[in-house]
């Protein structure tokens, strides 16, 4: 299996890249193939602007998404961006990792995604017409290849529960796994989270470093998230809204999105 992590922490010595150290050896020891982005090591570029597109003329004025689809399409991407893009169509499961900082992602990693996932590349693909609205939700150029997130939070697991304070972990998390990550066709698996990683605990390093090698050595079985494809009789087109009736009586808000049998 050939398994890229996208790494967002900045401290080599952290919980975080023990937890990074650890997958990569098992994974490994197994025969897979892996590849690291450790963002902050490669000090990459998080803004967006007329330097990204090789083929824009700078001074003039930048609409992003159509300087990034003709960047995409002429092949005038810059060569860090390109790199990304060629791990990710390499990969079969890619695996982002991080620490939650203000209720998401570092802006390194949000800066990644903004940069590689091009319009043409990972969005703004495929047929538009009244029945078929793009390749995205469940297509796409991911389609095929699965990717989830390792995830650490200062808070406790009651912090993040349904009734807790922050939020529930999965609505917290839904931006990213939804929208950011099932937007351009990845199955997406649940997330791996370790709660109070801040602690200093060394049982909640082991109980961490175990769920992390667990899902290393269950890559291939572990069910994704089952979310509702966009193009396939579950939303009303062109409003993108779900149909009424197909959630279950106990699903609101986010859940919706989710199918369930």
Not at 40 to 52: G, I, L, N, Q
Not at 112 to 120: E, I, L, M, T
Not at 230 to 252: A, R, S, V
Request: aromatic share 12%; net charge negative; with cysteine.
């Amino acid at each position: 299996m050939k398994v890229p992590f996208v790494f967002a922490h900045p401290d080599k010595n952290s919980f975080n890249h023990s937890l990074l150290d650890a997958a990569i050896k098992r994974l490994e020891s197994q025969g897979n193939e892996v590849k690291v982005s450790d963002l902050y090591r490669m000090k990459f570029k998080t803004t967006v602007d007329e330097d990204d597109f090789l083929n824009h003329e700078n001074g003039t004025r930048l609409k992003v998404a159509q300087a990034s689809y003709n960047a995409t399409e002429a092949h005038q991407l810059t060569d860090d961006v390109v790199a990304e893009q060629e791990k990710l169509k390499w990969a079969d499961t890619v695996i982002f990792q991080f620490p939650i900082w203000w209720f998401s992602m570092p802006a390194i990693l949000k800066g990644w995604f903004d940069r590689v996932f091009s319009c043409g590349f990972a969005y703004g693909v495929g047929i538009h017409d009244e029945t078929h609205y793009g390749d995205r939700y469940g297509e796409g150029v991911m389609e095929g290849r699965r990717a989830f997130c390792i995830v650490t939070t200062g808070g406790s697991s009651d912090h993040y529960s349904q009734r807790g304070i922050n939020g529930p972990i999965d609505d917290i998390l839904f931006p990213i796994n939804h929208n950011m990550l099932f937007y351009p066709g990845f199955s997406v698996l649940p997330p791996v989270v370790t709660f109070r990683a801040d602690s200093r605990r060394e049982e909640v390093y082991a109980n961490a470093e175990k769920a992390v090698l667990e899902r290393m050595d269950n890559l291939a079985t572990v069910e994704p998230i089952h979310y509702r494809r966009q193009n396939f009789g579950d939303y009303k087109i062109p409003e993108m809204t779900l149909k009424e009736g197909l959630e279950q009586p106990d699903q609101t808000h986010f859940d919706i999105h989710i199918k369930r049998d």
